[in-house]
């Protein structure tokens, strides 16, 4: 069974504060994505990443960043925190190759005050 | 236009009703197309992918329309447990890696 793990469920952050979302698969996936999901919006690509030490601009990327230092964890940093940036943030990853099924993290709910 | 669109509903219906949703896509390089079902503070789970011939699950059936540009779910006999929302997700290329999209839900509430 595949496992998605995100650092935390809630979070509550000040404006102006470094944040760092963790999401770690145990699958051995090659990509990982990272989204945000609003009311009305439904789920926005952030970054993703094919593989180690690589990254991709998703629809949104304007004030993130991201680290893939290790083929199981990808990093999402907000580097300075706004309240438009309160959202739930969900990670994702797949196989790679043809194999498309997303498997989705839990989601941390981000709380910007 | 949005990539993807979709009625956000909410379909209440009662239980054992038969219930669909649709939902078009803009961009006709769209090569894939899926459902994810998403519980209440949940994350997204896949529920079915859409064939071009068509494709059942149990009480799901997906289909794809190419001409028209739209897929459709249909849940027969539903279930207080179907209760969710039901997110359209397609996918093409672009730029040499693989896009994916979602629809912003449909919300499906089944009474008892």
């Known amino acids: 069974d595949v496992k998605v793990t995100q650092s935390s469920r809630y979070l509550v952050k000040r404006t102006g504060e470094k944040v760092f979302l963790e999401c770690v698969q145990d699958?051995?996936?090659?990509?990982m994505f990272w989204y945000r999901q609003d009311p009305g919006l439904g789920l926005r690509l952030i970054y993703f990443?094919?593989?180690?030490?690589?990254?991709e601009k998703g629809d949104i990327p304007e004030g993130y960043s991201v680290s893939r230092e290790k083929k199981e964890r990808f990093s999402l940093i907000l580097e300075s925190a706004s309240t438009n940036q309160t959202s739930m943030y969900l990670c994702?990853?797949?196989?790679?190759?043809?194999?498309?099924?997303?498997?989705f993290g839990p989601g941390t709910r981000l709380l910007v005050l | 236009r949005k990539e993807v669109e979709q009625d956000p509903g909410p379909f209440n219906v009662p239980e054992g009703a038969t219930v669909a949703f649709n939902c078009t896509y803009s961009?006709?390089?769209?090569?894939?197309f899926f459902w994810y079902r998403q519980d209440c503070r949940k994350e997204p789970k896949l529920l079915m992918s859409v064939y071009s011939s068509g494709n059942e699950d149990g009480r799901f059936t997906a289909q794809l329309n190419r001409a028209s540009q739209y897929i459709s779910l249909l849940i027969r006999d539903s279930k207080l447990s179907d209760s969710a929302t039901y997110l359209c997700v397609v996918r093409r290329s672009s730029g040499g890696y693989q896009k994916v999209t979602f629809g912003t839900g449909t919300k499906l509430q089944v009474i008892p």
């Open positions: 961009n006709s390089a769209s090569q894939s």
């Open positions: 699958m051995d996936h090659e990509n």
């Open positions: 990443s094919y593989d180690v030490k690589m990254k």
């Open positions: 994702a990853s797949t196989i790679g190759g043809t194999q498309e099924t997303q498997y």
